[in-house]
């Protein structure tokens, strides 16, 4: 079974700072995505990653299949990117679909002003 | 961005009611599910299908059940509500797994049962 950990679980910040939430998962896999979830639910997809490093925007994404391992990183942080941020992992032979991917329980940041 | 719409946004209901959560997309996507995610936890998923008329259950056991007639609407169906069922509910859809995959997700419906 896959298990998917997040860390910090919660992390309050000053606006302007560097920002860096970090993603481990225990089996091999296919993809990585992150996710953000904002204050009412709502859920909007970040980056999708099977190697190397993303980047959009003030987002960073960077992942090290060999020590299974992910971090999402926010420069120039502000109030606006508040949210949850979700780590979801698709297994290697899950055959793709739904019933490969494992959520993590999310990281919740505050950025204050 | 979100072409992915869920009604109600919040409902509350008494026990043994039936309700019927709306879940729609106009992206074409064949991949569809249902999430629930409880406060502080994460998702779980609960029904998937792969396209019209097909449905399977998901790693969480639930009670509800869903149903795919047409590629752009997944409803999921509670006969008789409990307050065990209190929740958030996820719909989401997405693009084929592969260097595109992507996930789309409904605003959530929160359902309180009393």
């Not at chain 2, 409902?11 to 064949?30: F, P, Y």
């Not at chain 2, 249902?34 to 259950?57: A, C, F, R």
């Not at chain 2, 719909?91 to 995959?101: D, R």
Request: proline content about 4%.
């Amino acid at each position: 079974k896959n298990e998917v950990e997040q860390s910090p679980q919660n992390l309050t910040a000053q606006e302007g700072e560097f920002i860096t939430i970090n993603c481990s998962y225990s089996v091999g896999i296919s993809a990585l995505h992150w996710l953000q979830q904002h204050p009412g639910g709502g859920i909007v997809s970040l980056f999708m990653l099977s190697s190397g490093k993303k980047k959009h925007g003030r987002l960073i994404a960077t992942i090290n299949i060999q020590e299974k391992h992910s971090s999402l990183h926010i420069t120039a942080s502000h109030p606006r990117d508040s949210a949850v941020y979700i780590c979801a992992v698709r297994s290697l032979g899950s055959g793709g679909g739904a019933d490969g991917l494992t959520f993590g329980k999310g990281t919740h940041l505050i950025i204050q002003p | 961005e979100a072409d992915i719409y869920q009604t109600p946004r919040y409902l509350v209901i008494g026990t043994g009611k039936k309700i019927t959560l709306e879940c729609s997309q106009t992206m074409g996507h064949d991949k569809m599910y249902w999430y629930q995610q409880d406060p502080g936890m994460e998702l779980h998923l609960i029904h998937y299908s792969y396209g019209v008329n097909s449905t399977e259950k998901g790693d969480l056991s639930s009670e509800s059940t869903v149903s795919r007639i047409r590629t752009e609407h997944f409803p999921l169906t509670l006969e008789s509500a409990r307050p065990s069922h209190t929740s958030q509910y996820l719909c989401a859809s997405s693009l084929p797994t592969g260097v595109n995959e992507k996930l789309f997700f409904g605003s959530g419906t929160q359902l309180s049962v009393l």
